[in-house]
Structures are given as structure tokens and as C-alpha cells.
């Protein structure tokens, strides 16, 4: 423990019992931003939110709506800035909305009922990410309740839309960004490297959606009458998805890569001193028995994972099993998942991607690409102030030193509000561990990582403030 901080240690640990609870009441709110039908749970784990931020001991605690687009569901701020104008600006970032809850039959407890099995906590949203909001008011509440004050300005923002890929994240920083600005951008919301092994990670894979409509006829026609020389859209949209990997199961598209980052010597000796247990990795997947796993077999697993891109069907439009009909279908439409690699420019990324489409259209078939949302990957050098004071907070939390890790996933606030606040550091931390299996069934955290992780937040803050000057090095 760094010396001098018993007393919010303490306190914290007499907390923990109000925390666990909190973050029970807020888990049984099922806030899915993507089901409309939940707008207003959405709402109420707003107003719950804004209520624990308000208990943290918080000021200006508000429920942020955009002018420009009030259905937007809100995220909540609060603020401490009584650490005096030399002290560094901390915001906080944590996302109250969850993903939708997947096979309801195969919880093992119902998703939105805190149930404690084996020292986790099972339910929607109890590790993403409502464990990241209960941590920032553990932290901040012991702080303000053993010493009255915080050794740095905190400013916390708890989003509602993340889980749906922040479509109103520009709105967000235009309409309250100078509110929200700070120095350093702590954003709790990732994955350790293992239970009670912790990490921050440095770099995040960018995304981009793609929908494919493929067209052969003018309407359905009889499988009998016509078919053998009349093509049908769902073989033709068939050979087009299979021409996008290669027999590894690597992206086959020409171009799609040519500008995906190749590692730097430090970046491939910390990707190797991450031992990858393969059976451990197969079952956290649930990766058959007989399954082999893809990519290209010229880089490790964690490099596929974190450092190339991906472009994976997660959706078709197709005739379901059950009104199938001895009919050549005229239109199927796929949805393209991409994941994008540092490096990678998304534009001309999905630029190769289209001409691949078109080029590849078996049966001369008519072929339509829409781009959906996109952003680009996101890195930052492990090293300065901010990183410094992030590991010695963790290895006092977790009594271990911290892993540099990359996350094949992608978290659009950090881009963005990194660049408005003049390419603030970003550390990305969380509470998550490899079985927490957020957005599948059966979602949990690991309570004793949930305490570590408070204590980190509580020490981080003391960190920060030690690190004053260098922080706030570059202001004006
Ligand atoms: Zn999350």
C-alpha cells in the first residue's frame, strides 16, 4: 500500500458493503440501449447513476441531454474541482447502458437478478460496465469521506449510448466537452490480462459496419422450374463472403491491410511476455472440441487479436428454416462486422473492401454496399506521467504489476475526446477478466478484482496528484 493512504484505504474497504449494493440496484435496471422497448430503463439508470454520483460526494451532478438530439440516451456528469487550478484535471469515463441479454434460456440466473456464485456476480452489465461506474464512486466517496478532498480535480462522465457505438458521441463533446475537459482520461472499461492480473491497455482495434445486398432476379422464382440455369442470390452471396478469408481464415481481400502497422520491437517483446495458454483461451471462447482457431498462422494469437484486422458476417437476411419453400431467392442481405487494425486508414480500408464486393460479385449478380458507422484504431506510447502513475497504482490494487495490453475491441469515446483536450493520455482499465464473458450469457465479475480495482481508482487519484507538474506541463 503507498504509504499515507491506510486512512482511505480503510475507508473504503467499511464502504465495500454499500458499493456491492449499489452496483446490485444498478445491474437490476436492464438499461439496453439497443432494444427501443428499454428507452426508459435507459432513462432510470441515468437517474440511478446521477444518484450515486450525487452519494460519491460529487457536485454539478447532471443528467446530460443534446439539444440536437434529445431521444439520445443520456449520459450523467459530476464534478470535484476543489484540488486548486495546479492541480491536474482527471476525467473519469464508465458507460451505464448494457448489450442485450443473448439466449435468456441459457443464464444460469436470470440476467437481471444479482446472483453470487464461487466469489462472482452474475448479471447484465455487473462487469461492463456498471462494476467501471461503482469503482469511480468507491474511489472518489472513500477519498471525500476520509480527508474531505481529492489530491486531483476529478470530473466523471458515465455514458448511456456505448453499447450501440456512441452514435451521439460529437453531439456529446460539442454540446458539454469544455465541461468535461481534463489532462487525463481514466476510462474503466477493459479487460485485465487474468483474474487478480491486472492491465492497462494501449492500443485498441477501430470498427466499421458494412451491409452487402446481393440481387440476382427481379422477384422469387420456382426452384423446379428454373433452377440449374438461373442463378439464386443466397448461393451467390454464399461464394462472396467465401472469397473474404483465405484457408486459414485470414482477410483475403486485396488492399484491405497493406497499411495495418507492423509491430515495433518493444511492442512484439511485450506481446511476448504475455504467455497465451491456448486451452484457457479455448475454453473462455467456448470453442468447440475439434474447432481450430483462424487467422494467419505468421503471427501469434494475441497479434491476431489485438494488431490485425478482421471482417466477419454476423447477420443475413434470409428466408427463415421454417417457411422455407422450394424457391431461388432474388435478395439476400449480409451485415460485415470489421475490426480494424492499428494503422489502418478506415476509408480506404473499406474502399478495398467495396471494390473486392463489386469485382468478386459471382454470376455477374447486382451488388450493393452501404458503410454504417466506423472508426479508426487507437493507440498510445506505455509510457509518461500518466502510464507511470497508472502502474503504480495497480501493482499497490493488485499487488502486481500491471500488463501493457492491446483489446481487439473498440471504445469510440476515446478517440475523439483525447483529440479535444489536446491528445490528453488515455488509461484504459477495467474490471473485466477473461471469464467475465461480457455481452454473452451468464455476464460476471470477479468481487475481489471489484475491490482491487476500487483500491487502484483511490490510489491512481494519489498518483495523479503526484505527478501534478509533469500533467499539467502543457498548458498554456
Ligand atoms: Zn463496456
Redesign the pocket.
Known amino acids: 500500500m503507498p504509504d499515507g493512504l491506510h486512512d482511505v484505504a480503510a475507508t473504503l474497504a467499511e464502504q465495500l458493503p454499500d458499493t456491492r449494493r449499489w452496483l446490485e440496484q444498478l445491474v437490476r435496471i436492464p438499461s439496453i440501449s439497443a432494444l427501443p422497448d428499454h428507452a426508459d430503463d435507459v432513462e432510470a439508470s441515468a437517474l440511478a447513476t446521477a444518484d450515486l454520483l450525487r452519494e460519491a460526494g460529487l457536485q454539478d451532478v447532471e443528467v446530460l441531454r443534446l439539444p440536437e438530439a434529445p431521444q439520445a440516451a443520456p449520459a450523467v456528469t459530476g464534478a470535484w474541482l476543489g484540488a486548486g487550478e495546479q492541480a491536474p484535471t482527471v476525467l473519469f469515463y464508465a458507460?451505464h447502458d448494457v448489450q442485450p441479454v443473448g439466449t435468456a434460456a441459457r443464464w444460469s440466473s436470470p440476467p437481471f437478478t444479482p446472483t453470487e456464485r464461487d466469489g462472482r456476480l452474475y448479471a447484465r452489465g455487473a462487469a461492463?460496465?456498471k462494476a467501471g461506474i461503482l469503482a469511480h464512486v468507491a474511489a472518489i466517496r472513500a477519498w471525500l469521506t476520509a480527508r474531505g478532498s481529492l489530491p486531483v480535480n476529478v470530473k466523471v462522465v458515465i455514458e448511456g449510448e456505448?453499447?450501440i457505438g456512441s452514435p451521439h458521441l460529437a453531439a456529446l463533446l460539442a454540446a458539454h466537452g469544455p465541461r468535461l475537459r481534463a489532462e487525463v482520461i481514466v476510462l474503466t472499461?477493459l479487460v485485465n490480462w487474468q483474474v487478480g492480473w491486472p492491465g492497462i491497455t494501449y492500443a485498441l482495434r477501430g470498427m466499421a459496419d458494412v451491409t452487402v445486398t446481393l440481387r440476382t432476379l427481379r422477384q422469387p422464382v420456382h426452384s423446379g422450374m428454373w433452377g440449374g440455369a438461373v442463378p439464386d442470390a443466397l448461393t451467390a452471396m454464399v461464394r462472396l463472403l467465401a472469397t473474404l478469408h483465405d484457408e486459414h481464415g485470414a482477410v483475403a481481400v486485396p488492399g484491405f491491410a497493406d497499411d495495418v502497422r507492423v509491430p515495433s520491437s518493444p511492442e512484439r517483446a511485450r506481446l511476448a511476455a504475455l504467455e497465451v495458454d491456448e486451452e484457457a483461451l479455448r475454453h473462455d471462447a467456448g470453442l468447440l472440441d475439434g474447432v481450430r482457431l483462424v487467422g494467419d498462422p505468421d503471427h501469434g494469437v494475441l497479434e491476431r487479436l489485438w494488431m490485425q484486422p478482421t471482417i466477419t458476417p454476423t447477420a443475413m437476411d434470409v428466408t427463415p428454416v421454417a417457411q422455407a419453400s422450394n424457391t431461388l431467392l432474388a435478395q439476400v442481405r449480409a451485415r460485415l462486422s470489421c475490426r480494424l487494425a492499428p494503422g489502418q486508414d478506415p476509408q480506404r480500408a473499406l474502399g478495398a473492401l467495396r471494390a473486392h464486393l463489386h469485382a468478386a460479385a459471382p454470376f455477374g449478380a447486382e451488388i450493393e454496399v452501404a458503410l454504417g458507422q466506423h472508426n479508426a484504431a487507437w493507440t498510445m506510447e506505455p509510457s509518461g506521467p500518466a502510464w507511470d502513475a497508472a502502474v503504480a497504482a495497480m501493482t499497490a490494487g493488485y499487488g502486481r504489476e500491471p500488463a501493457a495490453l492491446g483489446c481487439g475491441g473498440s471504445i469510440p469515446f476515446v478517440e475523439p475526446f483525447s483529440a479535444a483536450f489536446d491528445g490528453a493520455p488515455c488509461l484504459l482499465v477495467g474490471i473485466e477478466d477473461p471469464a467475465s464473458n461480457?455481452h454473452g450469457e451468464d455476464e460476471s465479475v470477479h468481487l475481489e478484482d471489484l475491490t482491487r480495482a476500487c483500491l487502484t481508482e483511490a490510489f491512481l487519484l494519489a498518483e495523479l496528484g503526484q505527478r501534478a507538474e509533469e500533467l499539467t506541463a502543457g498548458r498554456p
Open positions: 458507460h461492463d460496465d456505448e453499447e472499461d461480457a
